[in-house]
């Protein structure tokens, strides 16, 4: 399976005659049930690369019962015109206006695409687990929003793969590299104050960046568990 060129419907969806749309589809050799909204695992053409991520449109069925999926690509960072970046998370996502049609067959599993928000809540990360917080143009490269929160001071946007530390002064956040420490020291600190807040004269400052809210749902020190 392979994804068509955005703006260009594949051979499949060129026909409507005899077909039907059915309320879900049970992925095969499996119990696993899709219906609309779902977001799901497609098989990709070339066997070495991961699957790929959709959330599908529709589900039609013509008069053989052979079943297709009108389907939405998400596209992962390294897909996108820019490529991946630092910031980018190993299960971050971007939604994209790139419509397709591909055959249900093509269909591996499921998976969740949470928001960013939530995902940064989760307790243990799975496989089925990814993430989006941009919506991405194919055809131009735009992505939407075109500006988020920046923190550190590195000024990158948060990567929720990596381990930061708060500031009990500004309440920024800080990659522990940033500020001359290691992982293994960030991870035993019981308070944080940067070098900015412990030279000023009340120990309080405003933060340079203006974001004071955490990046990890108000945890001083966080690392991703990941499922094994």
């Known amino acids: 399976m392979a994804k068509t060129r955005p703006g260009v419907a594949s051979s499949s969806a ?9 309320d879900s ?38 008069a053989r019962n052979n079943v297709k999926v009108h389907c939405r690509w998400y596209y992962r960072p390294e897909e996108s ?5 630092q910031f980018h998370g190993a299960k971050e996502l971007f939604l994209s206006d790139h419509y397709d049609v591909q055959s249900a067959h093509t269909i591996e599993g499921k998976c969740i695409v949470h928001t960013f928000k939530n995902y940064t809540r989760l307790e243990n990360v799975g496989a089925e687990d990814y993430y989006c917080r941009f919506e991405y143009k194919a055809a131009t490269g735009a992505f939407t929003p075109d500006r ?15 381990l930061m530390v708060q500031c009990e002064g500004c309440k920024d956040w800080y990659h522990p590299a940033c500020v001359g420490m290691t992982i293994e020291e960030a991870k035993k600190l019981e308070h944080f104050v940067c070098v900015e807040c412990s030279s000023d004269e009340d120990g309080v400052k405003r933060s340079q960046n203006g974001f004071a809210s955490s990046p990890t749902n108000d945890l001083k020190v966080e690392a991703k568990r990941r499922k094994r």
């Open 14 to 22: 060129k026909s409507k005659l005899g077909k039907k749309d059915i």
């Open 25 to 62: 589809y049970t992925i095969r050799g499996t119990t696993k049930v899709v219906r609309v909204g779902d977001c799901v695992l497609m098989r990709p053409s070339d066997a070495g690369k991961p699957p790929y991520v959709a959330r599908v449109e529709k589900i039609e069925a013509d």
């Open 81 to 85: 015109l820019g490529g991946r970046r």
């Open 148 to 162: 988020v929160a920046v923190y550190c001071k590195c000024e990158m946007p948060y990567n929720p793969d990596d």
